[in-house]
């Protein structure tokens, strides 16, 4: 069956600028994850998801990161005014329901540059 | 909080050689502990996890991995190494419903296997 998809694969975009990027996770699975994982490091949690809700955004690094899930399903991490140390890479994952028991499936990633 | 170290940045070994990877954790409960691979341009794929019962998990594409409380570590081996496992490799650590970190989990930095042949 499909996995979990994130589009763009790659982002370019100049410091300043608002981005989106979109995670689709497998089909049924409540839990929906984000992560950045930065050059040489592993990732890095950032919030997620049982379903609408965020359940823990602790992650998130400041008020320029929101992110969304408004039916349970698609999720878009939004990034305004980006800085040159918001580029990474970004990590959906999802899984059947919240919990370690539960396996999270990663996508593929979206590669975020700020220049 | 709950933290992974990985002290190996970067490994290499000959295709065919034995592979041990470590990882240590820090969590004050039973810890739920994964191994993931990460191959360039794939996502993170879990090989093995440790949740409780016997300390000894075998995983897919032949690893297994060592639960060791006492040592609070968790490291990955391999009796014979092929060309392909040539990857990046993440410990990680997940909460029990508990801890305030419930539903994520924390990785170490990684270690990257390279292979010779």
């Known amino acids: 069956g499909a996995g979990v998809s994130q589009t763009p694969s790659n982002k370019v975009t100049e410091k300043g600028k608002y981005v989106e990027l979109r995670c689709d996770p497998i089909s049924g699975h409540t839990a929906l994850y984000w992560y950045r994982q930065s050059l040489g490091q592993g990732p890095e949690f950032l919030i997620y998801f049982q379903g609408t809700g965020a359940a823990d955004d602790s992650g998130l690094p400041n008020d320029r990161f929101f992110a969304v899930r408004p039916e349970g399903s698609v999720s878009t991490l939004k990034i305004q005014r980006t800085e040159r140390g918001d580029s990474a890479v970004y990590l959906c994952?999802?899984?059947?329901?919240?919990?370690?028991?539960?396996?999270?499936?990663f996508g593929p990633g979206t590669r975020l540059t700020v220049t | 909080a709950q933290s992974v170290t990985q002290p190996d940045i970067h490994i290499t070994v000959s295709e065919g050689a034995s592979l041990e990877l470590r990882c240590n954790y820090s969590?004050?409960?039973?810890?739920?502990l994964f191994w993931y691979v990460q191959s360039p341009g794939q996502g993170l794929q879990l090989l093995l996890k440790?949740?409780?019962?016997?300390?000894l998990v075998q995983g897919i594409k032949g690893f297994e991995a060592e639960f060791k409380r006492s040592q609070s570590s968790f490291n990955l081996r391999k009796p014979s190494v092929h060309w392909s496992d040539a990857a990046e490799y993440f410990c990680?650590?997940?909460?029990?419903?508990?801890?305030?970190?419930?539903?994520?989990?924390?990785f170490g930095q990684g270690t990257i296997l390279t292979v010779h042949p």
């Open positions: 969590y004050g409960a039973t810890p739920y």
């Open positions: 440790y949740f409780s019962g016997d300390t």
């Open positions: 990680a650590v997940g909460a029990d419903a508990g801890g305030t970190s419930y539903g994520k989990l924390t």
């Open positions: 994952a999802s899984s059947l329901n919240i919990g370690p028991q539960y396996e999270q499936y």
